[in-house]
């Protein structure tokens, strides 16, 4: 799978303790290393109460920087995405260990995750000693999750940043698998109750989201392509947004999930999409219309 997806023009491997040996052995046993954008992450905390451990220390960060390069088998790794923000951990403590990284040679640069975009322009202005440090911000972001467009998107863009967006096909909610007479399925119930979990504000907007699927597959159909292509494709494709994960479990998926590339969605279809997915204003920004709010990402509203 990882070979078709290198072949299929992808190059951004976010590898978890899970799938860092298997991707490990096939490093050592190709010679495609060089086509691999490598990336790992500070894993989430668990905290220990005898000692207090929490993510975003020194120990937690750089202790799962080299259990990484471990189960890889490599010296170093492209990428950290740490997840530094604990409310309590120093921004400049943060920049301290990735420094110290890079210079020891185990990761070339800095990604943050789950972080306001107060504390990502405060890492950043920080990093402005160390060329090129921090390079990437990962959150979530779909027709589905909007919310960042208030303030991280807009941040990232204006300080040069790369985000990586994950959820694209919102828990599978963006699929066209449910439709709206099957939202009171088992399967469908259990889904939104996740969405709910994790964006509340989203999940009650817009009769629970049912008039978007209907747009979205019914641009589908008119595009020729699947649901979840043309939900991937403009999720990828949104101003400051460089990559965006996906999780296929099969080949199938994967190519599926490669095609969502391969075209562009007509102005007029994307258009309708982006109105259909708007979230509520929230302060500051209920006093301004969404055109104002969309000049920031230099995509105004039309």
């Known amino acids: 799978m990882l070979a078709r997806y290198l072949d299929g023009g992808?190059?951004?491997?976010?590898?978890?303790?899970?799938?860092?040996?298997?991707?490990?052995?096939?490093?050592?046993?190709?010679?495609?290393?060089?086509?691999?954008?490598?990336?790992?992450?500070?894993?989430?905390?668990?905290?220990?109460?005898?000692?207090?451990?929490?993510?975003?220390?020194?120990?937690?960060?750089?202790?799962?920087?080299?259990?990484?390069?471990?189960?890889?088998?490599?010296?170093?790794?492209?990428?950290?995405?740490?997840?530094?923000?604990?409310?309590?951990?120093?921004?400049?403590?943060?920049?301290?260990?990735?420094?110290?990284?890079?210079?020891?040679?185990?990761?070339?640069?800095?990604?943050?995750?789950?972080?306001?975009?107060?504390?990502?322009?405060?890492?950043?202005?920080?990093?402005?000693r160390s060329d090129d440090l921090v390079q990437g911000l990962l959150l979530p972001y779909s027709l589905r999750q909007r919310v960042v467009e208030f303030e991280l998107l807009p941040s990232a863009l204006a300080l040069d940043v790369g985000v990586c967006g994950t959820g694209a096909l919102a828990r599978g909610f963006l699929t066209g698998k449910y439709r709206r007479d099957h939202a009171h399925a088992p399967g469908a119930r259990t889904l939104l109750q996740r969405i709910k979990e994790d964006s509340p504000l989203e999940a009650r907007a817009r009769d629970g989201g049912w008039t978007l699927v209907d747009l979205l597959v019914e641009t589908a159909a008119a595009l020729g392509r699947t649901p979840a292509q043309v939900a991937l494709n403009w999720a990828a494709t949104r101003p400051g947004v460089v990559t965006t994960r996906v999780h296929a479990t099969s080949l199938e998926q994967l190519d599926e999930d490669l095609a969502a590339l391969d075209f562009r969605i007509p102005w007029l279809f994307d258009d309708r999409l982006e109105r259909a997915s708007r979230p509520a204003l929230l302060y500051p920004y209920d006093g301004f219309s969404w055109d104002q709010v969309r000049s920031s990402l230099g995509r105004p509203g039309k």
């Open 10 to 128: 992808g190059n951004h491997v976010l590898t978890s303790e899970t799938s860092e040996r298997l991707v490990g052995k096939y490093l050592r046993s190709s010679v495609r290393r060089g086509e691999i954008m490598l990336a790992t992450g500070a894993s989430e905390p668990r905290p220990s109460a005898a000692d207090g451990d929490a993510r975003g220390t020194r120990a937690r960060i750089s202790g799962a920087v080299e259990a990484s390069l471990r189960r890889l088998g490599v010296e170093r790794v492209d990428l950290c995405w740490a997840r530094a923000w604990d409310g309590r951990t120093p921004a400049e403590e943060v920049v301290s260990i990735a420094e110290d990284l890079v210079r020891a040679g185990k990761i070339r640069s800095l990604g943050l995750a789950d972080v306001p975009a107060w504390y990502l322009a405060r890492v950043k202005t920080l990093a402005e």
